[in-house]
């Protein structure tokens, strides 16, 4: 039995995560998903949120140590959480998400990839503080090859997101992922690009798996991200908690 983390990425909540969890149960692992600051039913305001906020929330989460999940911005606060408290942060997963290199920032990364599916998608709201998807972008990028009924029940769910702890470089120092690392490309991806996630994931060595899905395999293939998931974590050197 391993246990599992699960954190969202950009406009998401934990709400994207209950099909997923509930095929890790039927895997004997316990898993769960949490709101990060200024998402989902979290009410912390947008200027309040930062990196650093996200990290300690994912922290505070680990009531005992557990492999951490990060979807797509996910990758940034649970590089961060893992280095702030390595004693309770069992192995990281990325899926298709950001990893963190040293002085540079999530929309850094996201601006230097070899493609710009997201321009016209994510828009600054006024006052600059957050950004918000078009809808009909976030189908064509986000979900389009998820079940039509999730995809309407979700779009109304997404919220704005702070641009601030997506504008911060991780602290000198913290940004090398923990030794027991994963990253899960998805080969259909139509947000972060397939190659630029190959790229990410080159210095993960063999500790690289594929999966034939687009962004949102929460949504479109829950059971086989959760296999997958578990054949990961019964290799080394994940620890079963």
């Not at 994912?58 to 979807?71: K, S, T, Y």
């Not at 998608?121 to 957050?130: F, K, L, N, Q, S």
Request: neutral net charge; hydrophobic residues 40%.
């Amino acid at each position: 039995m391993a246990r599992f983390l699960l954190i969202h990425g950009s406009c998401h909540g934990a709400w994207c995560w209950p099909a997923t969890i509930a095929a890790l149960a039927r895997l004997g692992h316990d898993a769960r998903a949490i709101d990060l600051p200024a998402h989902g039913a979290d009410r912390t305001p947008s200027a309040d949120a930062t990196l650093e906020g996200y990290a300690r929330a994912i922290v505070a989460a680990l009531d005992r140590p557990a492999i951490l999940v990060g979807h797509s911005a996910g990758g940034y606060p649970v590089t961060l959480a893992a280095a702030l408290a390595p004693d309770r942060v069992a192995g990281l997963v990325y899926l298709c998400a950001y990893v963190p290199a040293p002085g540079r920032s999530m929309i850094d990364l996201r601006r230097a990839g070899p493609r710009q599916p997201l321009a016209g998608v994510v828009r600054a709201d006024p006052g600059g503080m957050t950004y918000s998807a078009d809808p009909e972008g976030a189908r064509a990028t986000f979900y389009h090859d998820c079940p039509a009924p999730l995809v309407a029940r979700a779009l109304p769910r997404l919220c704005p997101e702070p641009i601030a702890p997506q504008a911060t470089p991780l602290p000198e120092g913290t940004e090398t992922p923990a030794p027991a690392r994963h990253y899960i490309l998805c080969e259909d991806d139509r947000t972060i690009p397939p190659e630029y996630q190959a790229e990410m994931a080159r210095p993960f060595g063999p500790a690289v798996s594929r999966l034939s899905s687009g962004h949102s395999p929460f949504f479109t293939c829950p059971a086989r991200l959760a296999r997958l998931l578990d054949t990961i974590t019964a290799q080394a050197p994940f620890p079963r908690p």
